[in-house]
């Protein structure tokens, strides 16, 4: 399916306000990818996809993901399930073969080690694009704008906090990929 094709199709089956914050994801993404020079049609791609599969319902979404390991605390939400969901239908819906594509709609929302550039990107995308309006999102957008790094820090940062002032627990992959991403910042490997 060409990038027409899947927005028109996406444009019938997401909600108004779904489908705005996902166009305003592929500008923030394509924005980024030309800033750090990569692929705009990945990110594009990616972008698109990013929330296919967030207004599933919890069960639809466990039926498509059902053969595909998946630890119990993702199982049973939705809110971390959609990115694995999504990637299924990227996949079976949408054509998309490109694993690297797969990967970013399947960690936008918990992040992981060793994320990617397009990972990151779509990450970032995710909480910048121009109709968010939450206190912070100035900032993870200036730290964006300096660092793919910087940006994707103050994401996980934001997320922990926000997570911690609502007594929920913090996914660990969550804590993994910040971990990561403060030793490749301070030159660890």
């Known amino acids: ?24 994801v592929v500008e923030a993404a394509r924005a ?33 993901v059902q053969d595909i390991p998946c630890d119990d605390e993702m199982f049973a ?6 990115g694995l969901a999504g990637m299924v239908l990227a996949q079976s819906r949408y054509g998309v073969t490109k694993q690297d594509v797969l990967e970013a709609i399947r960690v936008h929302t918990t992040g992981k080690p060793n994320m990617s550039e397009l990972d990151k990107i779509i990450f ?16 993870i957008r200036e730290a964006a704008n300096k660092s793919l790094n910087e940006g994707v820090l103050a994401g996980y940062d934001m997320t922990i906090r926000h997570l911690l ?25």
């Open 1 to 24: 399916m060409d990038i027409e094709a899947i927005e028109q199709d996406l444009s019938e089956r997401l909600s108004k306000k779904r489908f705005t914050h996902t166009l305003g």
């Open 32 to 64: 980024l990818a030309r800033i750090y020079g990569v692929n705009e049609e990945d990110a594009h791609i990616a972008a698109l996809l990013h929330d296919c599969g967030k207004e599933l319902s919890l069960q639809d979404m466990q039926l498509l």
């Open 77 to 82: 939400n939705g809110a971390l399930l959609h």
């Open 124 to 139: 970032l995308a995710d909480y910048i694009e121009k109709n968010r309006d939450f206190p912070g999102v100035d900032f």
């Open 165 to 189: 002032d609502k007594g929920l627990s913090i996914y660990v992959l969550t804590i993994l990929g910040r971990n990561d991403i403060l030793q490749h910042m301070r030159g660890g490997n």
